[in-house]
């Protein structure tokens, strides 16, 4: 008797040395997919902030824009506000620390990238600058990325950019998402023993992508690409996010 209590009271002490353990482990998992989304959410936030001064910064008859970093952290922050109903301005209680270091590295290289692209956008006399929301969030994402233990990535199966192809992961979630019908939600799963999340959100073709990803398949779009042939609906790619549960 006294026997079985020793191994019920060893068992049931375990359970309690084991628990915040547990507990600790999903409340980080619950963290990670969160800031995955957030991350997304925040590229999506800028791409659509330059399509926006798209025909702002294409105009060959201007050559100041106005379109500086800090115009557009001012743009992609409220975008990001209206979208999440979170408002980085005011350094939310609601968001772990991390989260938050990892959405204001993702900020600093977005502004990177439009500081850098300064020169380019202001040039007067040339219409089409390749400062596009592709371009932009590759090199955002890239610049993000090669600063922190989160990867973010655009790609697409059949990618223009060489370094956006996808890896083997990424390649059997888009042809799965291939065959999913339009606004699937984002793909988040754990893999490697539920040591690594995946997040790949898609991204679909509108109307306004087909100038340069729609028809007549083959011939050179203003980027200097062949088009793809792409229709409205379509699977376009994804903004695909990899991070490790333990080194953020
Ligand atoms: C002005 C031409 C143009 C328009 C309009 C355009 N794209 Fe692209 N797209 C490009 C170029 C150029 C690249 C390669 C970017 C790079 O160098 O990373 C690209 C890359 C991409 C990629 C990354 C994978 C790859 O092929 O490298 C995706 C996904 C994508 N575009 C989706 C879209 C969607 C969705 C839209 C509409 C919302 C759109 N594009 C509108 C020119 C365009």
Known sequence: MSYLIRILLRFSLGLVLCSPQVGLAQTSQQEIKQAA????????????????????????????????????????LEEFSRQTHIDLRTSPPSLPPSTRELLALLLRTSKEVVADAQFVINQRGIGYKNFIPATFGSQAARKFSARSNVTIKQTALDPRNLHNAPDAYERTVLLRLATQPMTSPPIIEW????????????????????????????????????????????????????IPLDRR
């Open 37 to 76: 989304e957030l991350l997304a959410t925040f590229l999506n936030a800028g791409r659509l902030v330059v399509e926006q001064n798209q025909s702002l910064i294409n105009d060959p008859r201007k050559g100041d824009k106005g379109f500086t970093p800090e115009v557009f952290e001012r743009a992609v």
């Open 191 to 242: 893999i490697d023993g539920g040591t690594t999340l995946r997040v790949m959100t898609p991204l679909y073709y509108s109307e306004d992508c087909l100038t340069c990803h729609g028809s007549p398949k083959g011939i050179l779009d203003i980027s200097g690409y062949p088009r793809e042939g792409a229709q409205v609906g379509a699977l376009a790619g994804a903004i695909s996010i990899h």
